[in-house]
C-alpha cells in the first residue's frame, strides 16, 4: 500500500514513440490499476484529490498527461483517434497488459477509442461527463455546446473561479460544493504540475469537432465495446449535455448509467463520497454485470 497521497506522491516520467510522458501512480497495489484520462486543457493536478484518494484505497491509481500537454513532450493530436494512440503507447511503456479505464469528459472520448482499438487492454470502462461520436451540442459551433463557448471564453478573478461554472449548477449547494472542490484542488502545494502551453486547446477543440462529425450509422460503433461499462452525469451538465449519456447507455450493450442530481459537469467531484463508493462497488463486481445474450437457445 503506498503512503503517497494526490499532494504528495511524485511525478514520474517514461517514453514512449519519442514521448516523454509525465505520470503520477499511487495506491493499494492489487488488482488492475485504474488508468486515467484528463479533460479539456486539464493536467495532472486537475483531478479531484477526494476522488483519486477515495479510489487509491482499494486500488492503484495512474494519472498521466497526454502528449504535448503540461509537462509531457510532444505534440497534441487534433483528433482522438490519434490520442488514444499516444494513450496506449503510455500505458505499453508502464507493461500494463490489461487495465480499467477511466475518461473524464474529452477523455471519456479518447477511453472509447482506447477500448475499441485494444479490447484485451481494458477489462472495466468509466465515462464520467462525455459523449459518443456524433454527439448532442445544441447549435454550438464546431460541436460545442453554447454555454461552454460562453463560459470559456467569459474572465474570472481569481481565474480558478472557471471551474465553478465549468463544474458546479449556479445553486447555493452546488457552489458550495464547488468551493470545497477548489480547497481541495489546491492542496498539493509542491511540484504542481507545468501550465499547458497555447497550442493545447486549439488541438482539442478540433479534435472535438472531428468526434462530432457523423461516420455511417449514428452510435452504431458503440455495439463494438462490449466491457462491463460506468456512465456518470449530471442532471444538469451544459459542458457536455446530459442526453449525451443516455445515447451512450443505450447503444452499449454491457453499461450503466448514474445520474447525478442538481449537477452539472463536475458531478462527480460535487458527489465524491458517492461516486467512489459506486465506482468501487462496480469494479469490485468485474464483469458481474451480465453481457447481453442475444441467442435465445442460449437461455
Do not use: C
Not at 501512480?25 to 485504474?34: C, I
Not at 481565474?159 to 477548489?182: H, I, M, Y
Not at 442532471?235 to 457536455?240: C, F, K, L, P, W
Amino acid at each position: 500500500m503506498s503512503t503517497y497521497t494526490a499532494a504528495t506522491v511524485p511525478t514520474q516520467f517514461v517514453e514512449a514513440n519519442g514521448i516523454r510522458f509525465a505520470y503520477r501512480r499511487w495506491g493499494k497495489r492489487s488488482g488492475l490499476p485504474l488508468v486515467f484520462n484528463q479533460h479539456f486543457t486539464g493536467n495532472l493536478d486537475n483531478w479531484d484529490p477526494a476522488v483519486l484518494d477515495g479510489l487509491a484505497k482499494e486500488r492503484e491509481v495512474i494519472i498521466f498527461n497526454n502528449a504535448g500537454v503540461a509537462s509531457s513532450t510532444g505534440e497534441v493530436p487534433t483528433t482522438f483517434a490519434g490520442m488514444a494512440r499516444n494513450a496506449e503507447a503510455f500505458i505499453d511503456a508502464l507493461g500494463l497488459k490489461q487495465i480499467d479505464l477511466l475518461g473524464f469528459s474529452i477523455g471519456g472520448m479518447i477511453a472509447q477509442q482506447i477500448t475499441l482499438n485494444r479490447p484485451e487492454l481494458v477489462r472495466n470502462l468509466i465515462l464520467v461527463g462525455t459523449a459518443p461520436r456524433n454527439h448532442d451540442a445544441g447549435n454550438g459551433q464546431g460541436h460545442i455546446t453554447p454555454e461552454t463557448a460562453a463560459i470559456f471564453g467569459a474572465t474570472y478573478s481569481p481565474p480558478e473561479n472557471l471551474w465553478l461554472k465549468v463544474f458546479f449548477t449556479d445553486s447555493e449547494k452546488s457552489q458550495e460544493a464547488g468551493r470545497a472542490f477548489l480547497k481541495r484542488y489546491f492542496s498539493r502545494t509542491e511540484n504542481r504540475d507545468a501550465p499547458i502551453n497555447d497550442k493545447v486547446a486549439p488541438a482539442q477543440i478540433a479534435a472535438v469537432g472531428d468526434w462530432g462529425t457523423a461516420r455511417g450509422e449514428r452510435f452504431a460503433y458503440l455495439k463494438n465495446i462490449k466491457q462491463p461499462t460506468l456512465v456518470v452525469s449530471g442532471n444538469h451538465d451544459v459542458i457536455v449535455y446530459t442526453v449525451n449519456s443516455l445515447y451512450l447507455v443505450q447503444n452499449m450493450p454491457n453499461a450503466k448509467l448514474i445520474l447525478y442530481p442538481d449537477a452539472n459537469h463536475g458531478s462527480w467531484y460535487e458527489n465524491h463520497e458517492d461516486f467512489v463508493f459506486e465506482t468501487n462497488r462496480f469494479l469490485n463486481a468485474s464483469g458481474v454485470i451480465a453481457p447481453v445474450v442475444t441467442n435465445a437457445a442460449a437461455y
